[in-house]
């Protein structure tokens, strides 16, 4: 998966948390015929050009890279005869990755596909340019009007982002004591690069409704449905991490044109 998120781009990233989010509220049930349907070889090629179209990076990274690592895997494999058991989705792929490897335009190495891109380098400028904007508005209010403004834009500050990120915990149905400090965490986190609030309130939901193993036991079971993301503490400690995180995220994009009309009006 962390391949997969860096190999894509912005918008495609935007498209992979909406459709994650999508899924999770979806009150969308597959009924039996329609899973065993899925097995079908024409729909699930059906399938795999939709993912293709919608977003191509992941489908390279978690499909056609994947079947090229068990193509890999199965023909190094020691042994005369080789049992190999994979799922229906990448046969096809499987069988087009060895005539690949056979007329050499694949081969059995798969260190590159094993490694993780590095980050681009707007990935690494971002998360200093946020705090860097906040921290001149700040300075250049006070620049302008001295004291006065700062405890307006503060204000401002704190509970655009507090507000955001307490709310995305309380949809998440956090904790209460998450759901607090995620509130006091994130006018603090945002302006932090090395740490974000979904960090804070994904650790201590996790101290304070530590999973069990049964949640372990149903992890493949809960994530296909909305009440499983709740329900298992593994899952829900992801939805934290995930609703803080954007809540902060929306409130520091509110906060800063309202800083500007603040420091402005000075």
């Known amino acids: 998966m962390s391949r997969a998120w860096r190999a894509s781009g912005f918008f495609s990233k935007l498209k992979l948390i909406s459709a994650l989010f999508s899924f999770i509220f979806s009150n969308e049930k597959a009924s039996s015929e329609e899973i065993e349907n899925m097995k079908n070889t024409d729909v699930m090629q059906g399938m795999m050009s939709e993912l293709a179209g919608y977003l191509p990076s992941v489908k390279t990274v978690l499909i056609n890279e994947r079947d090229h690592y068990l193509t890999a895997k199965i023909l190094t494999a020691p042994g005369e005869k080789i049992l190999a058991v994979v799922g229906a989705a990448h046969v096809p792929g499987i069988i087009d990755a060895i005539f690949k490897i056979s007329e050499s335009k694949l081969t059995t190495d798969t260190s590159e596909i094993e490694a993780i891109p590095p980050k681009k380098l707007i990935g690494k400028a971002v998360p200093w340019i946020i705090p860097a904007i906040i921290i001149t508005l700040f300075a250049v209010g006070v620049a ?72 372990m036991e149903n992890l493949n079971t809960d994530i296909v449905t909305r009440r499983g993301w709740y329900r298992n503490r593994v899952t829900r400690v992801l939805l934290v991490f995930l609703l803080s995180s954007i809540g902060s995220s929306a409130g520091t994009f509110i906060a800063i044109p309202w800083l500007t009309r603040i420091m402005g009006g000075g």
């Open 144 to 215: 302008r009007s001295g004291t006065q403004k700062i405890l307006e834009m503060s204000t401002v500050w704190i509970l655009a982002n507090g507000i955001l990120a307490s709310l995305g915990a309380l949809i998440a149905l956090a904790h209460p004591l998450t759901i607090l400090v995620s509130f006091i965490a994130a006018p603090l986190t945002s302006l932090n690069p090395a740490i974000g609030v979904g960090m804070v309130s994904g650790l201590l939901e996790y101290l304070f409704r530590p999973p069990r193993v049964m949640d």
